[in-house]
């Protein structure tokens, strides 16, 4: 394999590289994977059409704009899909962004009176009082002014008001999925430098993909994987990756930015706004519905690994018993998994006979116990109608779970499954 190909592949499995790319860098998704190891896997397959059924910050589409094919996804994190959606308005009008920022901004230096948000227990530890006085101005600006909020212009206004939220806190907020309000960063940024930035990024990159040859031929739904999929068209590619069984949360991924546009209250709101709708993906997930293991182990969707996952199921269930936090993994590996095998079967009629799918995704080990998630995966995806599996490992990796000492191997790769 050619050594550039083979990095690419490497790579495939993170967000950083996109930070270079027009469009992309718009907003840090440290969930999201290479777009150029998209752009590759769309031309080695000479793909004319290509689905995402777990957008996120909208990778796999816009790598199909790149490649001039029509491509179409859903995401089911109501906050995660308008990052996607602004993304995908990068044939917006330049005129009329540089009128819509031009008002924007001037009625952000109007606004002088807003509320003072230093005691809300989030935003008050991770800015200080003029920091967070500006973004309000910010947030007041965007929702008080005139500018149709559907059109794209606006979305990106909307877009960049929230990309600046991490890089405008001067506590830990890069690392993505929780803030950390007692560590400081070595500097942070101002809002209005930051935005102006962000403006000039946009319009800059905007002419780029132009010389590129972009074609927009994207869209994004708000949509529930588990739930039946209607789409345009058969796709003869996709290429995704889904939340992995290892208790990464993501509905607490957005609370700085749902909190800060008053989408939710708090921790407490995350379960019933935006968690609710994913994957089962995460213990706190499993809790809030107090999942019954006997239940979710008869489900018919699961038979073709039963005799694999009812003893891993079981196993959690009695090492939780032992842990201080009795998390309940054993819970969320049936159901992660009982989920999957319904999305499965949800894609087979939108793949067309001979299509490819790939599957990003990682194995895991909650309290010590190995979930072999690309394997299982591989077999629910044969039960629901595709035709056969494959597992190229890229790399080994670990998690940190946040409560365990153990040195269960772990690995991460492509799962490809043949339609
Ligand atoms: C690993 S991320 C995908 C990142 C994407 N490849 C990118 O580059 O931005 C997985 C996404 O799946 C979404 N998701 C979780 N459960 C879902 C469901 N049931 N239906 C649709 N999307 C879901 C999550 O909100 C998350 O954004």
């Known amino acids: 394999m050619p050594v550039a190909t083979e990095k690419r592949k490497a790579r495939s499995g993170t967000f950083i590289d996109n930070l270079k790319l027009p469009v992309h860098r718009w907003f840090r998704y440290s969930a999201g994977f290479s777009a150029e190891w998209v752009k590759s896997v769309i031309e080695e397959n000479r793909a004319t059409s290509i689905f995402d059924p777990f957008v996120g910050s909208g990778t796999t589409l816009l790598a199909g704009d790149s490649c001039s094919i029509p491509s179409e996804g859903i995401e089911s994190h109501v906050f995660v899909k308008r990052i996607a959606d602004a993304k995908l308005s990068w044939d917006f009008d330049r005129k009329r962004f540089a009128d819509f920022v031009s008002d924007f901004l001037a009625r952000v230096e109007n606004l002088n009176d807003v509320e003072d948000r230093s005691d809300d227990k989030l935003l008050g530890k991770i800015y200080d009082r003029e920091t967070l006085s500006i973004l309000e101005r910010f947030r007041l600006s965007y929702l008080d002014c005139e500018l149709p909020k559907e059109a794209k212009e606006a979305k990106l206004i909307w877009l960049g008001i929230t990309s600046i939220l991490r890089p405008c806190s001067h506590a830990g907020t890069a690392q993505w ?187 895991s080990a909650p309290y010590g116990v190995h979930v072999p998630a690309d394997r299982w995966l591989g077999e629910l995806a044969v039960a629901a109608g595709f035709k056969g599996y494959s597992f190229e490992k890229l790399r080994d990796r670990n998690i940190k779970w946040d409560n365990r000492v153990h040195k269960v191997p772990l690995h991460e790769g492509n799962l490809w499954i043949e339609g």
């Open 177 to 363: 999925q929780y803030v950390l309000p007692n560590k400081k960063k070595n500097s942070s940024k101002s809002p209005f430098d930051a935005f102006n930035a962000y403006c000039d990024q946009v319009v800059a990159d905007s002419f780029q993909v132009l010389t590129e040859g972009w074609h927009k031929n994207s869209s994004v739904s708000l949509h529930d994987a588990r739930e039946t999929i209607v789409t345009n068209r058969e796709y003869d590619l996709l290429v995704t990756s889904p939340p992995y069984p290892n208790n990464y949360d993501y509905a607490d991924a957005t609370r700085l930015e749902m909190t800060f546009w008053k989408e939710v209250e708090g921790w407490k709101d995350l379960q019933s706004v935006v968690r609710k709708n994913l994957l089962r993906s995460c213990s706190q997930h499993s809790a809030a519905e107090r999942l019954d293991l006997n239940s979710l182990l008869k489900e018919d969707l699961l038979s073709p690994v039963i005799d694999e996952i009812r003893p891993v199921c079981e196993t959690l269930a009695e090492v939780r018993m032992t842990k201080g936090g009795k998390k309940t993994y054993h819970t969320m590996v049936a159901a992660y998994f009982s989920d999957l095998a319904k999305i499965f079967s949800n894609l087979r009629p939108i793949m067309a006979q001979g299509s490819k799918v790939c599957f990003v995704i990682g194995d």
